[in-house]
């Protein structure tokens, strides 16, 4: 399959170790998963896993009792994650949301993470899903939130006036497309106040992480507000 079309994501993929510690301190707090259950429960189903990077989640569903197929342009992130779970019959497949190595009407839920479906340009990977889901499926985009919490603080933080970052055009595409937006509250809980500005520092500019300390001090923990986009098939 031709993948030419993928980028690179510099948080996961320079620092897949750091970014195992950002999906451990996300995962301490349930309350994003409980609201992922509520959605589309997996155990039992078939879930589609697009952008799945190392298979942090792919691997919890897995376990979890779902059909999992983890798919994934990245070879070196793919790597990562088939070494990550080899005995749990997960399917870890290479390709993008674009070029999804799917049959059309096979997935129950398809899933996506913080991965590619970030609103407008995302057309062909959304076509592609719509394709692949059965009848009575669900999509779930999970994004960050930009209204609530430390990390939409940070992020407004981040981008300044860079008027590429659009929120409100963002929920205007999904809504474009029939989705229903569910914001969910969570938080990151690091292990160490040391830990947690590791983390920040792969997913922001240095002085937005430096700005950010002065204000609070160290600390271990941050809130954390999402954005969850869902379409029924
Ligand atoms: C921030 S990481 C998130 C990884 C994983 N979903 C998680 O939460 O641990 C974004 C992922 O999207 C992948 N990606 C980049 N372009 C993509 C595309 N066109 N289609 C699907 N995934 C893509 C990256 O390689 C990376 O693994």
Same mark, same amino acid.
Do not use: K
């Given at each position: 399959?031709?993948?030419?079309?993928?980028? !690179?994501?510099?948080?996961?993929?320079?620092?897949?170790?750091?970014?195992?510690?950002?999906?451990?301190?996300?995962?301490?707090?349930?309350?994003?998963?409980?609201?992922?259950?509520?959605?589309?429960?997996?155990?039992?189903?078939?879930?589609?896993?697009?952008?799945?990077?190392?298979?942090?989640?792919?691997?919890?569903?897995?376990?979890?009792?779902?059909?999992?197929?983890?798919?994934?342009? +990245?070879?070196?992130?793919?790597?990562?994650?088939?070494?990550?779970?080899?005995?749990?019959?997960?399917?870890?497949?290479?390709?993008?949301?674009?070029?999804?190595?799917?049959?059309?009407?096979?997935?129950?839920?398809?899933?996506?993470?913080?991965?590619?479906?970030?609103?407008?340009?995302?057309?062909?990977?959304?076509?592609?899903?719509?394709?692949?889901?059965?009848?009575?499926?669900?999509?779930?985009?999970? +994004?960050?939130?930009?209204? !609530?919490?430390?990390?939409?603080?940070?992020?407004?933080?981040?981008?300044?006036?860079?008027?590429?970052?659009?929120?409100?055009?963002?929920?205007?595409?999904?809504?474009?497309?029939?989705?229903?937006?569910?914001?969910?509250?969570?938080?990151?809980?690091?292990?160490?106040?040391?830990?947690?500005?590791?983390?920040?520092?792969?997913?922001?500019?240095?002085?937005?992480?430096?700005?950010?300390?002065?204000?609070?001090?160290?600390?271990?923990?941050?809130?954390?507000?999402?954005?969850?986009?869902?379409?029924?098939?």
């Amino acid at each position: 399959m031709r993948l030419d079309d993928w980028v !690179r994501a510099p948080n996961i993929s320079g620092n897949p170790a750091i970014y195992e510690r950002e999906n451990l301190a996300l995962a301490r707090d349930g309350r994003l998963d409980l609201a992922l259950r509520e959605v589309a429960d997996w155990p039992g189903r078939t879930l589609l896993d697009v952008g799945c990077g190392t298979g942090f989640w792919s691997e919890r569903y897995a376990r979890d009792g779902a059909t999992v197929l983890a798919v994934e342009p +990245d070879p070196a992130l793919l790597a990562l994650a088939q070494a990550r779970a080899a005995d749990l019959g997960l399917s870890w497949l290479r390709g993008s949301a674009e070029h999804l190595p799917v049959p059309s009407d096979h997935v129950d839920i398809a899933h996506a993470r913080f991965a590619y479906f970030f609103g407008p340009g995302a057309e062909r990977g959304l076509a592609e899903v719509r394709r692949v889901l059965r009848p009575g499926g669900t999509f779930v985009a999970i +994004d960050n939130s930009w209204r !609530r919490g430390d990390f939409a603080e940070l992020l407004r933080d981040a981008v300044g006036g860079n008027a590429s970052m659009d929120p409100a055009a963002t929920d205007a595409w999904w809504r474009d497309q029939g989705a229903q937006r569910i914001d969910v509250d969570g938080g990151w809980r690091a292990t160490s106040a040391d830990e947690l500005e590791q983390i920040l520092r792969i997913e922001f500019p240095g002085d937005t992480v430096d700005r950010f300390l002065a204000r609070r001090g160290p600390v271990d923990r941050l809130s954390y507000a999402f954005a969850l986009f869902v379409i029924r098939g």
